[in-house]
C-alpha cells in the first residue's frame, strides 16, 4: 500500500474552524479519537501488507512526528521524506505508545514535551523513519519501494510483520515460538515452494501472493 497526499503537504492536519465555535460548547475530543482515529491506528497496525509512505517536504524542514509515528502504527517498511507539519506531537491516536519504542524514552520526552524542530535526516538518523531523499527522487523512489514488496511473497511479509508487531511484548521464548509456528506456516505457501525451486534452478522467482 502506498499512501501519499495531493501538493505540497502530506496532511494539511485538523480543521479546527468548528473547534472554536462558542455556540458549540468546548468539543469532545474524546469522542473524535475514540470514533475516528483510534478505528485508523488499529486497522493499520493489523494490516498485513507493507505500508510505505510518500510525503514531500524539504530535508532541513522539521518533520511532522505525528505523521511518522501514525504510519508506524501501520506497520510501515519504508517511508520517504517527511515534511512540515505541526511542531508538537500530540499524546492520541498512538503517539506515546509508539514513539518511545522508536526513539528511546529520552527523546520520546523532549519531541512531546518540548516540540522542537526535527529534520528529515535527523528522523532518519533516530529511526523514525526508513529513508529520507531529494525531492526529484521522492515518487520514483517510493514507487520503486511499492513495486518491490509487490514482487515479493506477500504472505511472508505479513508474517515478517506480525512476528516484528509482538516482538515488544514477547518474551525471548515466546518470540522464539511465535517465530517457529509463522515459518511453519511460511513452508506450506506456494511461494516457499517456488523460492526453493529458483534458488536451486538459479533463476529469479516468481510469487504469486496465494495462500
Request: proline residues 6%.
Amino acid at each position: 500500500m502506498l499512501l501519499t497526499g495531493a501538493g505540497k503537504g502530506f496532511c494539511a492536519g485538523q480543521d479546527l474552524g468548528d473547534r472554536v465555535n462558542p455556540d458549540f460548547g468546548p468539543p469532545d475530543l474524546a469522542d473524535t479519537i475514540g470514533r475516528l482515529y483510534n478505528p485508523l491506528v488499529r486497522q493499520m497496525k493489523a494490516l498485513p501488507m507493507p505500508i510505505v509512505r510518500r510525503q514531500r517536504g524539504r530535508r532541513q524542514r522539521q518533520c511532522q512526528h505525528r505523521a511518522g509515528l501514525r504510519h508506524r502504527a501501520g506497520g510501515a517498511v519504508g517511508e520517504v521524506h517527511p515534511g512540515l507539519c505541526q511542531n508538537r506531537p500530540s499524546a492520541d491516536s498512538g503517539g506515546t505508545y509508539f514513539l518511545p519504542r522508536l526513539v528511546g524514552d529520552a527523546r520520546a520526552r523532549g519531541l512531546a514535551l518540548l516540540g522542537e524542530p526535527l529534520t528529515a535526516d535527523k528522523a532518519e538518523d533516530w529511526g523514525m523513519i526508513w529513508k529520507a531523499v531529494d525531492d526529484d527522487r521522492l515518487q520514483a523512489e517510493a514507487h520503486a519501494l511499492a513495486g518491490h514488496f509487490a514482487t515479493q511473497p506477500t504472505i511472508g511479509l505479513s508474517y515478517i510483520k506480525q512476528a516484528l508487531a509482538a516482538s515488544h511484548d514477547n518474551s525471548l521464548d515466546g518470540q522464539l515460538e511465535l517465530e517457529r509456528e509463522l515459518q511453519g506456516k511460511a513452508g506450506r505457501t506456494p511461494d516457499y515452494a517456488e523460492g526453493a525451486r529458483a534458488f536451486m534452478e538459479k533463476r529469479k522467482p516468481r510469487f504469486t501472493g496465494r495462500a
